[in-house]
């Protein structure tokens, strides 16, 4: 019997390939290039009726390039799975993914490498995958410099549309705090240049809040509101972007209150500080807490997913996970059930609780306004 015909590139070799072009590959998928700030693409599942992105999910981050999972089907795989699933005409079988992967990338069918050549593709992968990871490096730390600059020339909130949205619109006291939030500050009227592309933007009417990891800020969370803070911009909300997050905001906050001892977390940590941390989505409903709970330090993580990317501080001894009344989205359920998971594999004997306001209310911030109405 012939011995059946080596392959010409092992299946871990076309796979490696595929992740290193990735997103030409989702992108000739149909697939529209667009990761969230966990570097999630959220495409519609193209063999079920799908109304709206969420439950499905690609990994475009290193480990785990080219994987999804739709949380509402349970369908799942890795990048060979997601160019059958994906491709049309769709692949009938493994081989015919494996053909088809070949084709897209432009490899020979017939030849087989040798190992040489295959040590020496890898080695040159790596070396080109450590210079774009460097690039990338070197590229958010400059982004980070000049956020934190722009930031740095802001005003505090105090007197400015800011203020009036919180205290007036959102019923916040601020009165109330023994420390002003001091992560929040206004943006009038300012000019961002993205250092890598250079292009220029323009925003006006911005509650610019620093968010930071470790000690260093490293990205801007921005709330667009009306000229006279009476409420979000109304074109920007229409269009579901009156809140957008610039820079590295995967892991980390938006430091709303220091609780009673009014150190940073590292300062904490070092003089051996502890107390419970409470940490939330948005801005409005983790400032409620904070105002409510002055033995808590508050974090505002910017969205349900990032509150399941921060690391648990030093200086927190529990943490209390803020949680909205969204239980009649499935996949907000299910996203805040990994972000518990995520706590709860962190805590090490620590406590970790989740509380929410009463059914029917939507988070803490519209609790405390319906009770100060």
Known sequence: MNAPRPLPYSWDRVKEELQSRIRNLVEDLGIQWKPDTQGLLH????????????SLVIWTD?????????????????IFGMI????????????????????????DRGTVRTLAEDVE????REREARAEASRQDALAAAKARALKGLWLGLPPIAGTPAEF???EVRRLPLERLKHQPGALRWADHVEWTDPETGEVFEWRNVMCSAMTKGPELVALHRTWLKPDGSGPDPVRKANGRHKTMIGAAAGAAIRLSSGPSNLSPGAAAKRGVTGPLAIGEGIETSEAV????????????????????????ECASAVVLLRDNDWDKPEAVKAFERVEAHWRAMAKGRPVQVVAPPPGVDDFNSWAM????
Not at 62 to 78: E, L, M, T
Not at 370 to 373: K, L, M, N, V
């Open 84 to 107: 059958q699933f994906w491709a049309r005409p769709r692949p009938a079988g493994k081989m015919d993914v494996y053909w088809w992967a070949l084709e897209w990338l432009g490899w």
């Open 43 to 54: 495409p519609l599942n193209p063999n079920r009726k799908d109304n709206r992105p969420g």
């Open 290 to 313: 904070a105002i409510a709970r002055s033995d808590y330090r508050v974090w505002a993580a910017g969205s349900l997913s990032l509150m399941g990317l921060l690391e648990w501080p």
């Open 165 to 167: 949205y919180l205290r």
């Open 370 to 373: 319906g009770a100060a109405a």
């Open 62 to 78: 290193p480990g785990r390039i080219g994987a999804w999972k739709d949380y509402a089907s349970n369908d799942q795989g890795d």
């Open 121 to 124: 593709a890898r080695e040159r």
